[in-house]
């Protein structure tokens, strides 16, 4: 008996074609007489002991390979045979899949991002960088990934035990240790780490301070020679004249000094009003580094009041006064990020430190402590560039 394999690419999973030849065209001859004409191995016959049904141990033998096998119980002979069930093409058909789970984990994670942006301030209010932010949320995605896969693979063997004892998949033996298990399983982790990027990217941007943003001084901003902004920082009513007190001794501590980013001249403070409420503000000429080029603006440093938030809130604005514009331009996101640096350096003081800059601005602006402490806002809580910017 020979096999003659089915050679047409569209019966490629079919079973083996047996031809069987008549009785006077086989030689039967002894082993190793055949080995010596050069026959070769084309099949194995085992005899089973008494009591072992041999069909039974066929069909058990072939579901853990891939051999055809034959079976005889005396009366008749089955043929028992694997046959790989996996193609290339097949990897098509899960294509729907894969994109509608993509779409679904770029969704969730996205929300995720959005509802999360005070937490992402907070964040990095607290000193996390905006690297470690987005490593958050990739570190979330891929505990996700992790424990969905698992759970995912145990949920397939349970609910296909649970068919193979139901009788619904009669005939069909699982192998979970398949390469094709291994590749979906990975797969499914790739999909969700990949569908995070761009949610992670997100988290980043956010987490960016907005001085430090390609965006954050627009070219609007620049169409004179005048910028005006609100910095991210809000104080409590009582504090207003002691922040401004912390400003003005560390601006008094880089006047006329040409050592490091930043040098002021010509300090002055001004307690002026703003839509009836207290305005105290530092007048100041700044030189920006590198100094050779020449680069300055007169700088006005407020704490106004916004009546729309209900909240004191710093202003800055800031006139050119020597230098060419381009070089103005690109220095300018410096100084205003210094600013934001020794304010939030504000967070840090002890209350009996904050209370000596309070005694010390009631004299630098001549005000009593009644004036000082102007009626408090239901939203004032301390400076915090997280509050500001949320």
Not at 36 to 61: I, K, N, P, Y
Not at 79 to 88: E, T
Request: hydrophobic share 45%; charged share 20%.
């Amino acid at each position: 008996m020979m096999a003659e394999r089915a050679s047409t690419e569209e019966k490629a999973d079919t079973l083996e074609n047996y031809v069987h030849y008549p009785s006077d065209q086989i030689a039967i001859v002894p082993f190793k007489f055949g080995r010596e004409l050069g026959a070769t191995l084309r099949g194995v016959a085992v005899r089973t002991r008494q009591g072992v049904d041999a069909v039974s141990e066929a069909e058990r033998f072939a579901r853990r390979s891939n051999q055809t096998i034959l079976g005889s119980n005396r009366e008749q002979v089955t043929l028992f045979a694997s046959v790989s069930g996996s193609k290339l093409s097949a990897a098509g058909q899960i294509g729907v899949p894969i994109l509608l789970g993509f779409i679904m984990v770029l969704g969730t994670m996205l929300g995720s991002v959005y509802e999360r942006r005070r937490e992402i301030f907070v964040y990095n209010s607290v000193g996390l960088s905006p690297t470690h932010v987005a490593s958050l949320f990739l570190a979330e995605s891929a505990v996700y990934a992790t424990v969905g896969a698992c759970f995912g693979y145990l949920l397939g063997q349970v609910v296909s035990r649970i068919l193979l004892l139901t009788g619904a998949l009669s005939g069909l033996s699982l192998n979970y240790s398949a390469g094709a298990t291994v590749f979906v399983t990975a797969l499914t982790m790739l999909i969700v780490l990949g569908s995070t990027i761009y949610p992670a990217r997100q988290a980043f941007l956010a987490a960016i301070p907005e001085s430090r943003r390609e965006d954050a001084l627009g070219d609007e901003q620049f169409a004179s020679d005048r910028v005006s902004s609100f910095l991210p920082f809000v104080a409590i009513p009582a504090n207003i004249y002691a922040m401004q007190a912390y400003m003005h001794e560390y601006l008094e501590s880089i006047q006329g000094v040409t050592v490091g980013r930043l040098a002021v001249d010509n300090l002055r403070v001004h307690n002026g009003q703003e839509a009836d409420k207290p305005s105290p503000t530092l007048l100041f000429r700044a030189w920006m580094a590198p100094f050779d080029l020449g680069i300055s603006h007169d700088v006005q440093l407020r704490v106004v009041y916004r009546p729309e938030r209900d909240v004191y809130q710093y202003h800055v604005t800031a006139v050119r006064f020597s230098g060419d514009q381009q070089s103005w331009r690109r220095l300018t996101p410096r100084f205003i990020l210094s600013l934001r640096k020794q304010l939030l350096m504000w967070r840090i003081l002890t209350p009996e430190s904050q209370a000596e800059y309070a005694e010390r601005g009631r004299r630098l602006f001549g005000v009593s402590a009644e004036t000082a402490s102007p009626a408090p806002t239901p939203e004032g809580a301390g400076a915090s560039e997280a509050e500001a910017r949320a």
